[in-house]
């Protein structure tokens, strides 16, 4: 009996994502199968594209024009709140308390999230696009425009070079917002979940511009569910609440007004010195995100859109 760590540990490693990845690469263009050996190339309609090297070494496939190294970590960050695990420096904690990101029902939360990342146990297929170098789970496939950290594939959501229902849960956090055509992602996000999975869109609400690599939409609960096929049961929620959209757009007005840049002087020292007065109110959100009101004035909704189990794959 004592080896059978040893035997879990063999079984997760074998799991790499990359691994995992060869067998479900197809070609962007027309769906064909690919030839991944030396060269990276489509037996079907010939179109050819290239490896580049991730953040973390690794050889990736490259299905975008441009395969650049490139910086996305300004992605998150006024949303690091939102996506980093909890750490118990004094720094992080005083954030928590004075910065604008508050859950009242984080548990909940987590819960919810967790619940659908292992819907599966471990054998959980997750692809999260747009994942800014983090890997959710380790089983967890990461899609991104650019090679940064533990990307597994570089290419553009609205083309994803991946095959028709390969995944169990598909993951879209603060990722559609950025995206210029928001229902062709969600379309291919949904083309890639499996019969019984389900996909997952965090997007915000009332938030101020926040750039990098652009910020074209907002979405409310309607533009949620209509990003999916009609008929699709889609719940929604409230992630952020009222209380944070409130504390988070007044101390960026007090901010912006005498800045333009994100530097520390003066923008970040001017949104600090806001937020050590707003915060309190974010604590509203205690009430707040069990009104109906809520989802009106919500700073950031989720959607989780659920494909049936006997769903037949369009191909
Ligand atoms: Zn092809």
Known sequence: MWHSGKQKLAVREAMHPSELLRELLVCPVCHGELDQDAELLCRACGTRYSWVTAGDGRRVPCFRAECGEGDLSQTRTHWALATSPDRDTALSK???????????????????????????????????????GRRLTPRTVTVDLLPVGSTDVVADATRLPLRSGSFDCVWLEF?????????????????????????????????????????????????????????????????????????????????????????????????????????????LDLVLVRTPAAQRLASTLYAVARKPVDFAPSR
């Open 175 to 283: 990722v559609l917002d950025h995206c210029a055509d928001p229902r062709s992602v969600a379309a291919e996000a949904w083309r890639v979940t499996a019969s019984g999975g389900a996909v997952f869109a965090h997007v915000p609400w009332i938030v101020f511009y926040h750039d990098f690599p652009g910020d074209y939409w907002r979405f409310s609960v309607e533009a949620l569910r209509a990003l999916f096929p009609e008929q699709t049961k889609v719940e929604t929620g409230v992630g952020y609440g009222p209380g944070v959209a409130a504390v988070s757009l007044l101390s960026e007005l007090w901010a912006r007004i005498f800045s333009e840049g994100d530097g520390i002087w003066p923008y970040a020292v001017l949104r600090a010195m806001a937020l050590l007065v707003l915060f309190p109110w974010k604590y």
């Open 94 to 132: 005083l954030r928590r308390i004075i910065g604008a990101g508050y859950m009242p029902r984080r548990r909940a939360w987590e819960g919810m999230r967790q619940e659908l990342l292992t819907a599966r146990g471990e054998e959980t297929r997750t692809l999260e696009i747009g994942a800014g």
